[in-house]
């Protein structure tokens, strides 16, 4: 006899909420965006700024901003958070 299968509970969880990180390893230079903004896909953040080159921060989602987790001058690893968003 089969047994039937039941989704387990959180199994459908939908987190809208995202982080944006950083794409290189360098000093942050955000850009003017303040807490509520509505970003796009593709929007720049802000750069990070290595020796010799500037990575721009773009967001991949379109959402609202709630806020920078990174600040100017801060400096940058690689896949560390820059920037938090709650997708629409």
Not at 36 to 58: F, K, N, W, Y
Not at 66 to 84: D, F, I, K, S, Y
Request: hydrophobic share 45%; net charge negative; no cysteine.
């Amino acid at each position: 006899m089969a047994v039937p299968v039941v989704p387990l509970h959180g199994e459908r969880l939908a987190v809208p909420e995202r982080m944006i990180v950083a794409p290189a390893v360098g000093v942050f230079r955000p850009a003017e965006f303040d807490a509520g903004a509505t970003l796009s896909v593709g929007d720049v953040l802000g750069v990070i700024e290595g020796p010799g080159t500037e990575e721009p921060v773009r967001s991949p989602f379109r959402g609202t901003l709630m806020g920078m987790l990174a600040h100017a001058g801060e400096r940058m690893r690689e896949g560390q958070p820059v920037a938090w968003l709650r997708m629409t």
